[in-house]
């Protein structure tokens, strides 16, 4: 399974970027796809993910600001980020995985630049 990021870039705070991670290769066993972030000096953590059959789950931090959505037909996860705040930035990853919670691939990573 190849995962491929896109969508990062630099933003003022206040304001919108949509992420993308396209899936390919041999993904009939992907049941899980998540979206993670690790920040200068941080360890990795979870924004959100969602199963294939749309069941989702966020952190904290980004409840009412973040959504995850998924198009199985074009094999695509979707971040749509609102309302980004400075601490928001980071190196965002992909990840997908067999079943809930698992991290079983992994994209290359889309940074994330939130200006004040």
């Known amino acids: 399974v190849q995962l491929v990021e896109s969508g990062g870039g630099l933003v003022q705070a206040g304001g919108s970027l949509r992420l993308s991670c396209a899936a390919s290769g041999v993904i009939f066993s992907i049941r899980y796809m998540a979206w993670y972030r690790q920040a200068p000096g941080k360890e990795r953590e979870l924004v959100a993910g969602i199963t294939s059959g749309g069941t989702t789950n966020y952190a904290d931090s980004i409840k009412g600001r973040f959504t995850i959505s998924r198009d199985n037909a074009k094999n695509t996860v979707y971040l749509q980020m609102n309302s980004l705040r400075p601490d928001d930035t980071g190196v965002y990853y992909c990840?997908?995985?067999?079943?809930?919670?698992?991290?079983?691939?992994w994209g290359q990573g889309t940074q994330v630049t939130v200006s004040s």
């Open positions: 990840s997908a995985g067999g079943r809930w919670g698992s991290r079983d691939y």
